[in-house]
């Protein structure tokens, strides 16, 4: 199955896929867009040219395992997202995936202003690589 994964920032949303063998999460791009409405119309052009069958949305929660302030906004875009398209909507935890996604780009020696560009694209990678590896259990 076709999985969309979405890392949604303050500033930046990273998108990922993964094949239909749900093998492998692959980065997609970066959308930088703080409006929400825009965000969503952006994401939707995404879904209708890449077809996902399943979203998966990066759930944020604090170390002792609460929901914040920023999981509300997740699980908004959650319901944005559901109320323009009928593909069900999912939410994974990403804990450290930003952390994670820093050490990837470090050991790939990526640096400065070409790491802020695609951290969330990497994220959004790795918490779509831990939701497929996480249905494959």
């Given at each position: 199955m076709k999985i969309m994964s979405i890392d949604y920032g303050d500033a930046r949303t990273g998108i990922a896929f993964c094949d239909k063998t749900e093998t492998?999460?692959?980065?997609?791009?970066?959308?930088?867009?703080?409006?929400a409405p825009k965000l969503v119309?952006?994401?939707?052009?995404?879904?209708?040219?890449?077809?996902?069958?399943?979203i998966v949305i990066g759930l944020p929660r604090n170390m002792d395992g609460t929901y914040g302030i920023r999981a509300d906004k997740c699980k908004e875009l959650g319901r944005?997202?559901?109320q323009i398209t009928d593909i069900p909507v999912d939410f994974e935890d990403e804990r450290l995936t930003?952390?994670?996604?820093?050490?990837?780009?470090?050991?790939?020696?990526?640096?400065?202003k070409k790491r802020k560009k695609i951290v969330d694209a990497v994220s959004a990678v790795v918490i779509l690589q831990n939701y497929i590896d996480k249905r494959k259990q």
């Open positions: 492998l999460a692959s980065s997609y791009t970066v959308i930088e867009e703080i409006y119309s952006k994401i939707s052009s995404i879904i209708e040219s890449e077809l996902p069958e399943k944005l997202i559901s930003t952390v994670i996604a820093h050490d990837i780009l470090s050991s790939n020696n990526v640096r400065g």
